[in-house]
């Protein structure tokens, strides 16, 4: 994927439709707050397609997407979610659809990294990556030498028709909303 970038829907619609693939461990990678971000969309492909490995403990500020349904399949781990009024656990295997203009947080849950596949049908949430996020040098979560600037951060998800309107979910309220959820199934 070396030299591609993201893709928009004016993009898809100006090209000639064509498979597309990104293996394992390819796609620009990106240190982005305490997380990894990898785009595993080819050029000129949509929806935007970006892996992301949240650590223990990770969260989200309380935000929302202006135009964009938040959408993601959990690969791994356990995040308490909070959308609107709702509140969840999901778990690995779970796809998830947080709806444009409703107000959303997650915190992960546990004591291993929460890993997504986020799907996006515009480029405006990779484009707010790309402003703030930090090229990352491997593929594991950032460990930055210096905090970043936060601001600046919630400034640029503005821009990007993402604005942040409050604080992450709290420790606290990850474990009520885990404590409440119905127990899982037991596999077959």
């Known amino acids: 994927m070396t030299g591609m970038t993201a893709a928009t829907a004016d993009d898809h619609a100006a090209r000639e439709p064509r498979a597309t693939r990104t293996a394992t461990g390819e796609g620009p990678a990106y240190w982005f707050f305490d997380a990894l971000a990898v785009v595993r969309t080819a050029d000129g492909a949509c ?7 949240v650590p223990p403990g990770g969260h989200a500020p309380l935000h929302v997407h202006r135009d964009l349904d938040d959408s993601f399949y959990l690969l791994s781990g ?6 609107g009024d709702d509140t969840f656990v999901a778990s690995a295997g779970d796809y998830v659809s947080l709806p444009h203009g409703v107000p959303h947080t997650f915190f992960v849950l546990d004591d291993a990294p929460a890993v997504m596949m986020q799907v996006h049908a515009d480029g405006s949430f990779l484009d707010f990556i ?15 030498e210096q905090p970043p600037d936060i601001e600046a951060m919630y400034q640029a998800a503005a821009a990007t028709g993402q604005p942040v309107i409050g604080p992450p979910m709290s420790a606290d ?9 119905p127990a ?5």
């Open 47 to 53: 929806p935007v397609v970006i892996e992301m490995t």
């Open 78 to 83: 356990r995040l308490a979610v909070r959308c």
């Open 130 to 144: 790309r402003q703030v996020g930090i090229p990352a040098t491997g593929r594991t979560p950032p460990q930055p």
């Open 173 to 181: 309220e990850a474990a009520a909303v885990a404590s409440a959820a």
């Open 184 to 188: 899982a199934p037991a596999p077959a």
